[in-house]
């Protein structure tokens, strides 16, 4: 069963003023940022659906990763399947209008009981849809179905996948619309290069192609245009970021380039925290700039802490999901998370997700091993997923600008900003082919 | 507060059996229905918003009334607002996507509160959406804001609409979007004659133009398609229906070939219920084909019971709302109405609500004091809303075929049909101006 957070995570009374300034400018614009954002999808269709982390450190409120080949909706609180039923038909009509059913593709050499359980409810919420869908499995070989009862007593079959001439095919099922829930770090497989039925989202967004450094310079132009319409410093949604070019870690290319760029991010940093009066302690992620899992993050206070790493965070630093070898990297402002749940005090980060342009919901990662200032998606990390009570989209101006629809409503809007930095990402796929 | 139907109400056992297999036909083919909706809303876009009268004998469930200016959004579960505003979004995007805001124009002598709480929720879900929203009024004098508060809580301010050139403004507000919740009984006031602001619903699907009949051809199309997909008789969605022209209760013209229509069509019906094997007495309901409000109904059971009518109620056939003198009449089919609350032996009549293509729920108008032949739409008729507990999107293929979510998705599809209907009667008079 899904645990359901029904209070919201306490926010360190010391910074609550900033978030209680940005949630009631949020509802003040209610109107004019949905306007805003409908016609923003005009231009830049949204993706198919998209997952986003974010930080909340009362003054400040930003993504810190944008996923669009999202785990996690065995997570989401089963009170909005309906909305997300209707979220899905709406994507497909935008999509794959004619589509009668969909092959789902997901993560390889999946023995995670965690990710299955969200392939599963994935492919059940495509039926619900009124889709056929089967999962195909990059790895089994042909005639070996996996058939697995998951602990929550979800069925799960994963088909091999066949390719008949330029179509792919599971089960005797040959859908026109592929979705994939596979990020392709490790490159296209030739299994689907040049395939005629249609692929979503675009092969392109794979993290073999896509940098995180694209996307938060989207985010940034649009965090920028955003925050002038309402009125408030962008700063406060927007983390700084900055890269340097090509790394080897093992070798110790690029190191002086990056302490440079760490030193100097962190100026930045602390000259806006003087701005705000924020009495804490820059910092910055040193993380790949293509992949996830959160393999490969290091934090920093100073440059000296990215020079001189010994043998084995070197080693770390160059480790990525399905070898990919880390060459660059994003230097990403630290935001805080400072949202704890009350009855234990362990830090909670918000994951807000998506499907089309539809905030659907989300849950609180629930961190009990880990501070204020570190990473909460780590392998192995343990954290207890607890589902949003209230939707993200019905906001209450007559309750106060913290309350829970009106902070959920908040999470929604910032989480749809980093949706614009993928729908001008798919804008760029879609134009040239590739990420640019 | 809105009253949770938390049971579903019971269906007289004699007649459960053929809706269970009907359930469970939906249930089977829910994926083709599916995927032909998403066709036909492809060839045939649905209309802005609907609501949909069901009426369920057990052996039969079919519409009997289908409005395009739906009232009653007051009574939906308020669990489901997230999904109305995403709905509402999603309709918004179909009819005008560059929409910023909306002035509603609601009834004419709005002084029905129950009727007015609808409008405010209405309005309410705009604003949700992310809409601006003014409530004009087709009555008040210039300068004369109409301010209530509902008893509810919620308020409404009735602003009196102006006219500038060809554009409406309320409020000093001047949207692009001109929505009605007027059914146009009167015809088209002059005020909304050649607006060049996008209205609506398109005003040719008033009732000044509009016919049942009309609505009840397509929907009888429709469920013959519809029907052989999934291999059930027509009949048991498809009230039999007759019309015979203009009829005069007041001169007593047309009432002979009236006579003979009820007892050709009482024929038909008897002729389905031994094919059936219901031991039901036939009845159909006389009404006008034009205009709602439950005006000039009548229930027969023989051709005598429309002869010789004494002047009370032929003077009754002919009040109509907003005074339209009935001309036309349909001669539908009775579907008598076996759900019955469980608690207090009510007769229960389902009534669905979809925006755009979606079902977003519905509740149980439960009448006190009438029959199970009854029109249960009424002028003065008293009923009690009970709100749909669950959505009616969500099958579920785990559970019995008549569970709640079951049963509600069988009301979805029923009602969907007859959406598609009157999406027909929107192709008509936007490829012809006017109803044919």
Redesign the interface.
Known sequence: MTEIATQLPEIDTHYRGPLLAMEASFLAH??E???W???SW?KTPPPFYASVDLRNAGYKLAPVDTNLFPAGFNNLNP?????C???L??A??HVC??A??ALLIPERHTRNLFYLESVAALAELF??????VRVGSLDAAPGEIDRRILPSGRELSLHPIERHGDRLMADGFSPCAIVLNNDLSGGIPPILDNIEQTIIPPMALGWWNRRKSVHFSHYQDITHEFAERIGIDSWLLNPLFADCGEIDFLKREGEDCLAEQVERLLTQIAEKYTEHGIDQEPFVVVKADSGTYGMGVMTARSAADVIGLNRKQRTRMTASKEGLSISRVIIQEGVHSFETMSRDHHVAEPVIYMID??VIGGFYRVHTERDVDENLNAPGAHFVPMSFAE?C???NATMGPDACPNRLYAYGVVARLALLAAAREVADVTATGRIA
């Open positions: 209610q109107k940022i949905e306007a954002f409908r016609q005009i009170a909005f399947t309906p909305m039923v209707q979220a038909q709406a497909f009509e209008p004619m009668r059913g039926e619900l849809a009124g889709f056929d342009r539809y939707s989209v019905t906001p």
